[in-house]
């Protein structure tokens, strides 16, 4: 999980004068952190389900932003693609330091770590969220714009018909597909057969290469990030008619749900239902007993409004967010 939309992100001084120490997080921050994040995402906050989990990563670097004592902003960032790229995870500003540069401080100091201590590193990727325009603006005049998919997020209560009995699931079915099955080995052949659902722009990196995006963060579709991104991931395939799909999965527990965030490359709606089917009928199974917030990015804006359709009126779920909602994936060289 990529932090969306950099909440708390704040660049409207250069707070220059401001006295600031950074360091390195640890465990011991978890309730500064907490304290300092509380209410972002209205309840659904991802990162008490991964702060620990950052500072045990050795290629996750945490820092902390401080006045005194006092934590202020945190920066959280990822260390991807063979030591060559980072992917900025998560951002903090204390509510009432916003507004003071802390953000901006805080990335020149995480930038000349990575020039320092990570030389391999090349370039940056992040992620931002449409409906924070602020940030949005702010980060296209500092990163380079790649692409966007439409991002669709739907919540499902513990008593729907489907929630109650997951095999239900399979009357909605109607496409004729084969069952989707789990990704054994990936190799070239088969990223380049999923590389042409990808959204247009996909392949606008400064290498070339074609990226997609799993749970917010950014990686370069290869072999590689497949298998690595399966030990922490739900990762199903579909071979039909010589065509190639591919959907990514994952789920935590967020203040206020269980969270499940599913990404599709598919050719139609009927694959992409296909994929999203199976992972409602998996999370339901495992988390019966849980709220469960949807998030569906897909690679295709015409299947958007289709795609609400079914959330909607097929599944019966509640809107989380609007129509129209894009997630936007960003790039710099170091």
Request: net charge negative.
């Amino acid at each position: 999980m990529a932090d969306k939309n950099t909440s708390g992100a704040d660049n409207t001084t250069s707070g220059a004068d401001l006295a600031l120490t950074f360091r390195m997080a640890c465990h011991g921050d978890y309730d500064s952190v907490m304290r300092m994040s509380e209410g972002i995402y209205e309840g659904k906050d991802y990162l008490p389900a991964f702060f620990h989990s950052f500072i045990d990563d050795p290629d996750v670097i945490v820092f902390l932003a401080l006045v005194s004592d006092q934590v202020v902003g945190l920066r959280a960032s990822k260390i991807t693609e063979s030591g060559t790229a980072f992917i900025v995870k998560a951002a903090r500003i204390a509510p009432d330091w916003r507004g003071q540069g802390i953000d901006r401080r805080l990335s020149l100091h995480q930038d000349q770590w990575m020039r320092q201590n990570r030389p391999t590193v090349k370039y940056k990727r992040s992620t931002a969220f449409s409906l924070s325009q602020g940030v949005t603006e702010s980060m296209k005049k500092k990163m380079r714009y790649i692409f966007s998919m439409p991002f669709i997020e739907y919540q499902s209560e513990p008593n729907l018909w489907w929630r109650q009995d997951p095999a239900q699931l399979a009357q909605l079915d109607t496409t004729g597909l084969p069952d989707v099955v789990p990704l054994q080995d990936a190799d070239d052949d088969f990223c380049t057969a999923v590389q042409k659902w990808l959204p247009a722009g996909a392949c606008g990196t400064h290498d070339g290469k074609p990226v997609i995006l799993v749970d917010w963060d950014p990686f370069t579709l290869s072999p590689a990030n497949l298998k690595y991104l399966q030990a922490q991931n739900k990762i199903y395939v579909l071979k039909h008619e010589g065509e190639v799909s591919l959907s990514i999965s994952n789920t935590y527990l967020s203040p206020s749900a269980r969270m499940l965030c599913v990404q599709i490359y598919a050719k139609d709606l009927a694959t992409v239902l296909k994929h999203l089917l199976t992972h409602l009928k998996d999370a339901s199974r495992t988390y019966h007993g849980d709220a469960i917030c949807t998030s569906v990015f897909v690679s295709q804006f015409e299947l958007e409004d289709a795609m609400h359709d079914f959330c909607r009126q097929t599944l019966q779920m509640d809107p989380v967010q609007p129509s129209k909602t894009q997630a936007l994936a960003f790039e710099a060289v170091m």
